[in-house]
């Protein structure tokens, strides 16, 4: 099994401390957006490391979405048809789990 992998980002120039670095872990890394959502989320995770699988969850833990085997850093997930609601997503990227929280709105 790989060790969790991290992502150090210098910060920017104007910074207080430019040379202060920061450690980024990917869940840290993974945006999802617009949150809450009524047509699509999207999810990006910025740097090299690409999404491998996405899915989505109900509140109850039912699978209502699978995006099968994918290689990309930004993905939109179709949430159109889901009902309202608080639904998790799951992410497989680098040999890590992330798994995060959005919602769907009416």
Do not use: W
């Amino acid at each position: 099994r790989v060790a969790p992998f991290t992502l150090t980002v210098l910060t920017k120039p104007g910074d207080p401390d430019p040379t202060k670095e920061s450690v980024k872990t990917l869940e840290q890394l993974l945006l999802i957006f617009p949150n809450p959502s009524t047509d699509y989320v999207q999810l990006y995770l910025p740097g090299q490391i690409p999404m491998e699988h996405i899915q989505v969850f109900s509140a109850t833990g039912q699978l209502v979405f699978d995006s099968g085997v994918i290689s990309n850093q930004q993905f939109a997930v179709p949430v159109q048809d889901l009902a309202p609601g608080i639904y998790f997503t799951r992410v497989h990227a680098d040999d890590q789990l992330i798994t995060r929280k959005f919602e769907v709105q009416r």
